[in-house]
T-cell receptor, first 109, second 115 residues
Framework: QKEVEQNSGPLSVPEGAIASLNCTYS??????FFWYRQYSGKSPELIMS????GDKEDGRFTAQLNKASQYVSLLIRDSQPSDSATYLC?????????FGTGTSLTVIP | DGGITQSPKYLFRKEGQNVTLSCEQN?????MYWYRQDPGQGLRLIYY???????QKGDIAEGYSVSREKKESFPLTVTSAQKNPTAFYLC???FGFGGNTGELFFGEGSRLTVL
């Protein structure tokens, strides 16, 4: 079983819609959780971090963490074509960061 | 501006050659990391360093070597022993390590191609 699992997609949403990205992790001792956006050919860019159960909002982005279910999600409201990218979920277990393989998102104008 | 600088951005290597990828950070971060990214496989950890003059192997350290002589610098050497070195290499840093890691920040990456 992989440490972090994501649906690879591709996920397509129309412009203005809500995009929902999901991630599960295997280590119950994981302490911190991150979402990165990666454009093709570029390095990952941190967009959200979350450390405790519940929701964390930053502009159009909302991260949700449920430690009991070992589940992290990212909601992107009012999706824009510029949001088209691969989104990486990352988990820090206290010893190491583990990354999912990413979900490819395409926002259709 | 604070950040992580990797060089070169693109590098071509002939088989049998060693190459060194540079990584410099001015974020005053203690921990530094090297990841390798291949299509469809996500990021895999090569080496990491928590403090100067100390570093640890990650999941795929074979064929790679590192040094940490200065807090700001963490160069990666891809040796001829690495059988499939063509990949996108990412250097990263974090404020701390373990339970006080904080967020992980990446450099722009170095793309290595073996001819």
């Amino acid at each position: 079983q992989k440490e972090v699992e994501q649906n690879s997609g591709p996920l397509s949403v129309p412009e203005g819609a809500i995009a929902s990205l999901n991630c599960t992790y295997s280590d119950r001792g994981s302490q911190s959780f991150f979402w990165y956006r990666q454009y093709s050919g570029k390095s990952p860019e941190l967009i959200m971090s979350i450390y405790s159960n519940g929701d964390k909002e930053d502009g159009r982005f909302t991260a949700q963490l449920n430690k009991a279910s070992q589940y992290v999600s990212l909601l992107i409201r009012d999706s824009q074509p510029s949001d088209s990218a691969t989104y990486l979920c990352a988990v820090n277990t206290g010893n190491q960061f583990y990354f999912g393989t990413g979900t490819s998102l395409t926002v259709i104008p | 501006d604070g950040g992580i600088t990797q060089s070169p951005k693109y590098l071509f290597r002939k088989e049998g050659q060693n190459v060194t990828l540079s990584c410099e950070q001015n974020l005053n971060h203690d921990a530094m990391y090297w990841y390798r990214q291949d299509p469809g496989q996500g990021l895999r950890l090569i080496y990491y360093s928590q403090i100067v003059n100390d570093f640890q192997k990650g999941d795929i350290a074979e064929g790679y070597s590192v040094s940490r002589e200065k807090k700001e610098s963490f160069p990666l050497t891809v040796t001829s022993a690495q059988k499939n070195p063509t990949a996108f290499y990412l250097c990263a840093s974090s404020f701390g390590f373990g339970g006080n890691t904080g967020e992980l920040f990446f450099g722009e990456g170095s793309r290595l191609t073996v001819l």
